[in-house]
């Protein structure tokens, strides 16, 4: 159901999204008071970002996995927004030549 899948991407972003703003708080927060960490800190803060980060960035592959394991029309709809983006406004040739032909 939308409801499901409503939720479901919301929670999915949320759990990927939620680490990297929270180390965008801590960065701005250290900095704002002027703590400086040693250097084993600096090495796990900078482990932890890059973690976050990659969490965050990996939604952009998720979320499809997750639209197409979750809406059976997915996969078909998404084959048809590929071709209208590459076609663009006016139209594949062969979708012209198709239609001429039904109208001839």
Same mark, same amino acid.
């Given at each position: 159901?939308? *409801?499901?899948?409503?939720? @479901? &991407? =919301?929670?999915v972003q949320f759990v990927l ?9 801590? *960065?701005?927060?250290s900095g704002v008071q002027g ?7 600096? @090495?796990?803060?900078? +482990? ?10 990996s939604s952009s592959f998720a ?5 197409? $394991?979750?809406?059976?029309? +997915? &996969? *078909?709809?998404?084959? $048809? ?8 406004? $006016?139209?594949? &040739? *062969?979708? $012209?030549? =198709? =239609?001429?032909?039904? =109208?001839?």
């Open positions: 159901s939308i *409801h499901r899948l409503l939720l @479901t &991407s =919301v929670c999204w939620t680490p990297y703003y929270t180390t965008l708080l801590v *960065h701005t927060l703590k400086y960490l040693n250097r084993p800190q600096i @090495t796990t803060y900078y +482990f932890v970002r890059y973690l976050s980060e990659l969490l965050a960035f979320m499809p996995l997750m639209y197409w $394991r979750m809406n059976k029309n +997915f &996969s *078909h709809k998404l084959q $048809r927004l590929l071709k209208k983006l590459h076609c663009g406004d $006016r139209g594949c &040739s *062969h979708e $012209r030549s =198709v =239609v001429q032909q039904v =109208v001839t």
